[in-house]
């Protein structure tokens, strides 16, 4: 079994880790052992080296979060994300754009000011149809196979009412070894629960 971290461990690498954003790397690191003199150096340098490892991204995040939030602090959902991408796609491409008046005719004309920034704007833009467009479909997937195995389990039940509890009984424990994902097939949560 693996020995108690130190006790200023995790204080110490968030200092290292706000000096060093602040002052930069070399300044930040020396205030940092500066300031846990008491630290043996083995042991502080081995705490620098996780202050300098990127942040790791949290766990599996719930379905509704994106990692921006809407005005309201809540989350954004998968649409309301990629919607938020297409305005900003936008945004650039507007910037990219400029307007000519013709001083003969007074006609208006609209140019590219720079093309490699359009050229990116309308890629970030393909790429956030084409996300939107894969998400629907596994959603649309995902309910069909919901609907799929509830008929399935429902006809057998219908045939055979022991058959249908085996069927059940496996589908419970694929669902456990899967970390309780619903049987891990998209099966209906009311037919999960269901007692046969």
Request: glycine residues 6%; neutral net charge.
């Amino acid at each position: 079994m693996a020995a108690a971290p130190h006790p200023l461990r995790d204080e110490a690498i968030a200092t290292a880790q706000n000096l060093v954003a602040f002052h930069g790397q070399e300044e930040g690191e020396r205030l940092a052992r500066a300031k846990y003199a008491a630290i043996p150096k083995g042991t502080f340098s081995g705490w620098l080296k996780l202050a300098r490892r990127p942040a790791e991204p949290p766990s599996m995040p719930a379905p509704r979060s994106s990692g921006s939030t809407g005005a309201d602090g809540a989350p954004l959902t998968f649409e309301e994300r990629i919607s938020k991408m297409d305005r900003q796609a936008d945004l650039i491409a507007a910037q990219c754009m400029t307007e000519v008046v013709d001083p003969m005719t007074g006609g208006v004309t609209v140019k590219a000011k720079n093309l490699a920034m359009l050229a990116t704007a309308v890629r970030l833009q393909a790429v956030a149809a084409e996300l939107l467009v894969k998400h629907h479909s596994v959603v649309f997937n995902q309910e069909q196979t919901r609907e799929l195995y509830d008929a399935v389990i429902e006809a057998v039940g219908e045939v055979d009412r022991s058959l249908q509890q085996a069927v059940m009984t496996k589908l419970r424990d694929l669902s456990e070894r899967r970390g309780r994902a619903r049987f891990g097939i998209g099966v209906a949560p009311a037919t999960e629960l269901a007692d046969f």
